[in-house]
Nanobody
């Protein structure tokens, strides 16, 4: 069974950086499109970024484009989210998600597997 475990969250000041990691287990990592989502208190879960199975294609939400970068290491079964120039509005619980198949998707309902999330808090 697929299992996802996020790490790397924390409390940092605005302008700083964090790198989130998501460890995948239970199947062949390279068979899954992966995504990052976030949910702030009182708001719906929103798409952050996604990456194709071999890492050749990525998609980023407009709100993070140019500041965040998704990547993956298929040899180590790990998904990453490099977050730079962090802003208070980036404060949220960040989740990684896995979807078996090829295409990139922004709809969270397209992803069948989810981690428990890692908290990111940005102070002004």
């Amino acid at each position: 069974q697929v299992r996802l475990e996020e790490s790397g969250g924390g409390l940092v000041q605005a302008g700083n950086s964090l790198r989130l990691s998501c460890k995948f287990s239970g199947d062949i990592f390279g068979s899954y499109t992966m995504g990052w989502f976030r949910q702030a208190p009182g708001k719906e879960r929103e798409f952050v970024a996604s990456i194709s199975r071999n890492g050749a294609y990525t998609d980023h939400a407009d709100s993070v484009k140019g500041r965040f970068a998704v990547s993956r290491d298929n040899a180590k079964d790990i998904l990453f989210l490099q977050m730079n120039s962090l802003e208070p509005d980036d404060t949220a619980l960040y989740y990684c998600a896995a979807k078996f198949g090829v295409d990139l998707y922004r709809d969270p309902d397209s992803y069948g597997y989810w981690g428990q999330g890692t908290q990111v808090t940005i102070s002004s």
